[in-house]
């Protein structure tokens, strides 16, 4: 529920997004694989809804925050309040990210993974 999201999820999701280089994106669900389940939560249940929840931190997020590194599995970008999908295709061509003739973003070339080493010194081991 979008409501309970507790602030110490939206704080790790933008932990990490405000992390993505320029030119680089994550996946909803790449971001809340690495977020581990909230105590109150059931670890099966997390796994079906994080991305998710991923998405509704993302809706409230600061406007400082790169919100446009953050594309769906499918590599395409999903419309976020006030911003239709054009608003963030244009940011992320401007970060130099390139989109296929179907609208997709090469998740192999562009996608960023944090080391081993970030996510344990910011607790996301």
Same mark, same amino acid.
């Given at each position: 529920?979008? +409501?309970?999201? +507790?602030?110490?999820?939206?704080?790790? =999701?933008?932990?990490? &997004?405000?992390? @993505?280089?320029?030119?680089? &994106?994550?996946?909803?669900?790449? @971001?809340?694989?690495? @977020?581990?389940?909230?105590?109150? =939560?059931? /670890? $099966?249940?997390?796994?079906?809804?994080?991305?998710?929840?991923?998405?509704?931190?993302?809706?409230?997020?600061?406007?400082?925050?790169?919100?446009?590194?953050?594309?769906?599995?499918?590599?395409? &970008? +999903?419309?976020?309040?006030?911003?239709?999908?054009?608003?963030?295709?244009?940011?992320?061509?401007?970060?130099?990210?390139?989109?296929?003739?179907?609208?997709? &973003?090469? $998740?192999?070339?562009?996608?960023?993974?944090?080391?081993? +080493? /970030?996510?344990?010194?910011?607790? $996301?081991?």
């Amino acid at each position: 529920m979008p +409501s309970r999201l +507790s602030q110490s999820f939206r704080e790790k =999701v933008y932990l990490i &997004v405000r992390a @993505i280089p320029r030119g680089r &994106v994550m996946t909803y669900g790449d @971001i809340a694989a690495l @977020i581990p389940p909230p105590e109150e =939560v059931d /670890w $099966l249940a997390y796994r079906r809804i994080r991305a998710r929840w991923v998405g509704y931190a993302l809706r409230a997020c600061p406007d400082e925050l790169p919100w446009q590194r953050v594309i769906n599995r499918q590599g395409r &970008v +999903s419309p976020r309040p006030g911003h239709g999908p054009h608003a963030q295709r244009t940011l992320l061509r401007g970060e130099g990210v390139i989109f296929d003739r179907l609208g997709r &973003v090469n $998740l192999e070339r562009y996608a960023w993974v944090p080391s081993e +080493s /970030w996510r344990a010194a910011r607790g $996301l081991l």
